[in-house]
Nanobody
Framework: QVQLVESGGGLVQAGGSLRLSCAASGRTFSSYAMGWFRQAPGKEREFVAAISGSGGRTYCADSVKGRFTISRDNAKNTVYLQMNSLKPEDTAVYYC????????????????????WGQGTQVTVSS
């Protein structure tokens, strides 16, 4: 089992940057594909980015492609989401999630593929 704790959210002006971090407990971090999802008020939770356990494969949603980058440091049991050129429509609670997988190159994009979730961190982008 893994526990996830996000940090790094906050208030930023449009065009600014933030870096979210998600620290995971446990000794088998590399066995988990990691993902970032977000949920804005009144909307469903949506996929943002995913990274395989090896770190060698990543995916980003079209809405954030070219602006957001997901990465991980398996030695530190941490996954990051670097967010640049932020827009007001990026405002949401951002959630870190983990999916246990035997495939080192698997980076799932489906919400229901993830069995472990953090508590979320608020990101607010002002115009």
């Amino acid at each position: 089992q893994v526990q996830l704790v996000e940090s790094g959210g906050g208030l930023v002006q449009a065009g600014g940057s933030l870096r979210l971090s998600c620290a995971a407990s446990g000794r088998t971090f590399s066995s988990y594909a990691m993902g970032w999802f977000r949920q804005a008020p009144g909307k469903e939770r949506e996929f943002v980015a995913a990274i395989s356990g090896s770190g060698g494969r990543t995916y980003c949603a079209d809405s954030v492609k070219g602006r957001f980058t997901i990465s991980r440091d398996n030695a530190k049991n941490t996954v990051y989401l670097q967010m640049n050129s932020l827009k007001p429509e990026d405002t949401a609670v951002y959630y870190c999630a983990a999916a246990l997988t035997a495939r080192a190159w698997h980076a799932p994009m489906g919400l229901y593929e993830y069995g472990y979730w953090g508590q979320g961190t608020q990101v607010t982008v002002s115009s």
